[in-house]
Each structure stands twice: as C-alpha cells, then as structure tokens.
C-alpha cells in the first residue's frame, strides 16, 4: 500500500542554520503531497503542498520539490528561526487510497 | 485559524464510557475525515465522509463509530472507551475528493480516559 517514510527526529539546530527534512513515498498512480507542522499544543497546519512532478511547494520560507524520478518530497529552509520549532509530518494524499497518509513526524528543535 | 471546528477540546472520562466528539467543517466542503494521533501509532485515518455518505474506512475499531449529518457536521462515537484510546483525534475537511485538493484540519479534541 501507499507510504511515507519520512527521517526520523528529533533535529536540533541552532538559529540560522539551513534545514533538510528528507521524506520519500511510495505510492501507485500520481499523488499530491503536503507538508503539515504542528506547533506545541496545537493542531495541523498545512505548511505547503505539491500536485505534480517537478512542482515546488513553498511557504514562509519552506519549500519542497516534487521529484518523481526519487520519489521524494524534502522539505528545505535555508535559515531556521526559534519560531519554527515544531513536528513537521510529510503526507501524500492520491495514489490509492483519498486520504492523507502521513510519515510519523519529524520534530525540529531551534536553539537561539 | 483552519476554519474546521471542534468540540470539546478536552475531555477526561472513565473506562467503559461512551464519548461523542463532534466536527463543523469549514463552510462549503463536503468531505470529512476523522484522524488519532497517539504517541505509539502517530496520525492514524479513521474514516471519511463526502456529503452524507462513508467514502473511506481505514483503522476504526468496531466501537467506534461516525457519521455526517444534512448540514455537513460530522460527529465520531467513541464507546467502551479503553485507556488505550487516549488520543487527540482530529477532524479535517476539504472541497471534494480530489487527489489535489486540501485536506484542513481543526485543532483537535483531546481524549483522556482514566
């Protein structure tokens, strides 16, 4: 079945410094694919998303690319804030199954 | 603020006990989707609904139970609650069914049975 494999956490960087969440997928037909966040006692938020190949999801100075040809979604920022600490989830909605599956999480610690 | 609403937030009751966690999607979408995310399983798919009708079932277990009502509003039964069912459970709702369209999530109501 469809699938998210996404790095595990948790990742702890210091302010400023470029972040790299790897998330690949298996999946048959042409899903879409979304990151969410999660900040600490909150909900899911859409952070951005990607509908076809080659397509580039970006948001609040995130953005990931969809790569079919490695089956990947990484999610990228080149200067992490304190503000970003947070879980990051990879999801792929299509292929399948209509709803979203999502990768277990990756939660992101930003030191000052 | 997603537009999805939830009620109640939190909510703490005993073993044995049935709980109804209720769901307003945001205004215009016919889907909704019921999610748990507990710390052993992270977001588990429990079910969804596309105006009125059960279009997808995944992890939900025989005691629980959900449905969607005329005006879009969903509502999950949770029964012979168990402690291992202490979960935030999520609801989200999207446009139509569509491989592209966003999936919107509220900010979940907290389950805790003692």
């Known amino acids: 079945g469809d699938s998210v494999t996404q790095m595990e956490g948790p990742v702890t960087l210091s302010e400023e410094a470029f972040l790299t969440i790897n998330c690949t997928y298996t999946?048959?037909?042409?899903?879409?694919l979304f990151w969410y966040v999660q900040y600490p006692g909150e909900g899911l938020q859409l952070l951005l998303k990607?509908?076809?190949?080659?397509d580039k999801g970006s948001n609040k100075g995130f953005e990931a690319t969809y790569r079919k040809e490695t089956t990947s979604f990484h999610l990228e920022k080149g200067s992490v804030q304190v503000s970003d600490s947070a879980v990051y989830f990879c999801?792929?909605?299509?292929?399948?199954?209509?709803?979203?599956?999502f990768g277990k999480g990756t939660k992101l610690s930003v030191k000052p | 603020d997603s537009g999805v609403t939830q009620t109640p937030k939190h909510l703490i009751t005993a073993t044995g006990q049935r709980v109804t966690l209720r769901c307003s999607p945001r205004?215009?979408?016919?889907?909704v989707y019921w999610y748990q995310q507990s710390l052993d399983q992270g977001l588990q798919f429990l079910i969804q609904?596309?105006?009125?009708?059960?279009?997808a079932k995944g992890n939900i277990l025989e005691r629980f139970s959900a449905q969607q009502f005329p005006d879009l509003h969903s509502e999950l039964n949770l029964s012979s609650l168990e402690l291992g069912d202490s979960a935030l459970y999520f609801c989200?709702?999207?446009?139509?069914?569509?491989?592209?369209?966003?999936?919107?999530f509220g900010e979940g109501s907290w389950l805790t049975v003692v």
């Open positions: 989200a709702s999207s446009v139509e069914d569509r491989t592209g369209n966003t999936i919107y």
């Open positions: 990607a509908t076809k190949a080659d």
């Open positions: 999801a792929l909605k299509g292929g399948s199954q209509g709803n979203l599956i």
């Open positions: 609904y596309y105006n009125g009708e059960e279009r």
């Open positions: 205004s215009g979408d016919l889907s």
């Open positions: 999946a048959t037909g042409y899903p879409s």
